[in-house]
Every structure is written in C-alpha cells, then in structure tokens.
C-alpha cells in the first residue's frame, strides 16, 4: 500500500469521527445546547414536539379535524416539562416534553372531549398549527 493510500486513510477516518462527534447545528437539536442556539425552553419544547411522534398526531388529526387551537406553557408541579396542548372544539390533547432531558421522549399527559374541561392556563392559546400539522409560537401579543 502506497503512502498516499495510507494517508488518505487516516484523513477519511479522521473526517468521519469529526462529523460523528460533531454537535448538531439544527436549533433545539438535543446536540446543541439551549444556550448555543439562543432558543427559550417554549421553543425548544416545540422544536422536540413537531418531530416526535405526538407532532404525526397532531399533523393528522388537524388534516381531519381542522385548525386546532394551541398553547405551550410550564407544566404545574413538574420542574423543567413544558406542557403542549392542541385542541379542536370536540377534543383536545396534552403532551409534555422534559426540556431537561434531551433523550426523553414527549410523552402524552392528559386527553379529553371538551375545552371547557382545561385549566385556565392551558386555555391560554399562544401557539398556531400549521396545515402540515406543525406547531409554532405566535408573536407576544398575538392572538388566534
């Protein structure tokens, strides 16, 4: 083997352990930290939420059932969970995703039939969802 080939080696195996120990660069990506991206915890709950499997959900019931309403806030007694809450006028959903804990996945919390059955809180609709079923914080003082 030549010394060309040799070195060429090296240099793809050196490529590759640079590009697999690389932090990802994608804001809210659990290889960037919250700080690095400039990104609130809300954000970054969101981010986590619309490529989980609870964002499929909600892209396929808002494609049945409508434009939901949404809302992201702090999830009461649980330090460090943002709560997401995606409701349409005969059911809604609640997921909560652990900001602390990257590798945690977003897990559902509560369920049911009528809005009335939320907390004032969660009724507090700070978000929007898209047609493609992804959810994005409205702008401070937006309303839907």
Do not use: C
């Not at 990802?24 to 981010?47: D, H, I, N, T, Y």
């Not at 999830?75 to 995606?86: D, E, L, M, N, S």
């Not at 559902?108 to 978000?127: F, H, S, T, V």
């Not at 969802?129 to 959810?135: C, P, Q, S």
Request: proline share 6%; net charge positive; charged share 25%.
């Amino acid at each position: 083997m030549s010394a060309n080939a040799t070195s060429a080696g090296h240099e793809s195996r050196w490529r590759l352990r640079r590009l697999l120990h690389r932090p990802s660069r994608r804001p809210g990506s659990p290889g960037l930290p919250a700080e690095a991206a400039g990104l609130s915890p809300f954000e970054r709950a969101v981010g986590r939420f619309n490529s989980s499997e609870a964002g499929h959900t909600v892209a396929g019931l808002t494609r049945t059932l409508g434009k939901p309403y949404a809302s992201v806030g702090a999830a009461a007694g649980r330090p460090g969970q943002v709560r997401i809450t995606v409701a349409w006028e005969l059911s809604w959903y609640q997921w909560g995703v652990d900001i602390s804990d990257e590798l945690r996945p977003v897990s559902q919390i509560d369920k049911g039939r009528e809005i009335d059955q939320l907390d004032p809180a969660a009724r507090q609709w700070n978000a929007s969802v898209g047609d493609d079923g992804r959810l994005a914080l409205a702008e401070r003082g937006a309303k839907r």
